[in-house]
């Protein structure tokens, strides 16, 4: 039988862990697929860089072409951005081609195009490496799970922002240190701030909300916070708390409608979640029939991201000579029963929370604090009182005062609530910075 023709667009990370697990498992992914795949054009921007690779394929710096051409069955996406990525895309549907892509961002906010795309011209579309690495998550989410409700999931799905949370908790090592690291091993986005700020987080949690939840892809929905505030100090206290901080996704579907938030989160340090480390991802699904299951691995890297992108290709070829019809479809669900869910706004969301202040030293401001908290019917799980500090301001009779950290846990709350707790603290004399404030998962 003919082999089937890949042609890549990009040949950085993830293309080469493409083409380097192409080449050596041939001969047993042609065992899994009955046909030979074949690599064997990719488009770049600096052609010598990439025929210095010797990878004995056509390359070229016209992306155009090879999306064109008609000896290209199959188009592999793995060079990032918007602009030529999306119209190269569905430039390749337009021409028959099947598509498979590891670009998070523009499925995250292109997708429902795409797929419209795709589904008109009886192409697959495809898309596991965009969220978390080598983890299939997408297959188990799209067939292992298919016979659940999924009522919410959880997961750190940010390899970089593993990566320097890990460091730093526990080498010491500084945010720029890990960082620059994290993108000398290719973990990191072409832009840093999308790892950083949890944007990529937020392209990864939009596009599994709706694989779950059977909805259309609603980026925008997302609540997104980064982990650039994280402090040493606050990584420390929560480890006296039993907790470590990790940046989870979190999608839950309440009766009331969905949260889809990306932020700092303190886990209690026995759970699973807490101890995966280093560029590691991993994921909580919780169906309603089968429970809490979670799936573990490397969140980036060549042949990590390589492994689901060739998983991909390898699906669309034992497909290729399926009615379209009866493919699986490309977010789970029949394209005409996707629902759009109401999506809650913040102050409808619910969570434990860690809040750090910082307080005059002086009688009697515990109970002004927890007070704010009883008016409001916010229950207090814990409360850490530091050691002074020597910051203060001077008293009356130029006494310096010293300030003291003070560190509550909440119980679970309305964000709402919170919010106006803080504004209530903040407010106070004796009240000298502003509150941090991370949320709490239990899981
Ligand atoms: P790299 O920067 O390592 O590689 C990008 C490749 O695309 C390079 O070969 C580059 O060519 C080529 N390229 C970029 N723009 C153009 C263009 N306009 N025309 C032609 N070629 C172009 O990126 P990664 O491999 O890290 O990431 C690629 C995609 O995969 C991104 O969407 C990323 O989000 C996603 N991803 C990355 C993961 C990772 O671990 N790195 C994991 C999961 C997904 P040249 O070198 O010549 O400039
Ligand atoms: N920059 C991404 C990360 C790549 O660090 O997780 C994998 O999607």
Redo the contacts with the bound molecule.
Sequence with gaps: MKPVTIGL???????QGVANILTRNAAEIERRTGRSIRLTRA????KA??EALNLGIDIT?D?QSLVSDPDIDIVCE????DD?ALSLLHSAIANGKHVIT?????IAVHGNELFRAASEKGVTIAFE??VA?GIPIIKALREGLTANRIEWLVGIIN?TGNFILSEMAEKGRTFDDVLAEAQEL??A??DPTFDVEGI?AAHKLAIMASVAFGMPLQFDAVYTEGISQITREDVEFAEELGYRIKHLGVARRRKEGVELRVHPTLIPERRLLANVNGVMNAIVVHGDAVGPTLYYGAG???EP?GSAMVADIIDAVRCLDADPAHRVPTLAFQPDALTPHVMLDTANYQSAYYLRLHALDQPGVLATVTDIFGKLGISIEAILQKEPEMVGELSDDSIEVPNVPIILLTRRVREGLIETAIERIEALSTITQPVTRIRVESL
């Design positions: 667009l990009g040949l950085g990370t993830v293309g488009a770049v921007r600096n860089k990439a710096t992306a793995a060079m990032g951005g030529p590891a670009n998070k961002a523009l490496s965009a690495g390899g290719g973990y986005e072409a990529d980036a890297g060549s991201t």
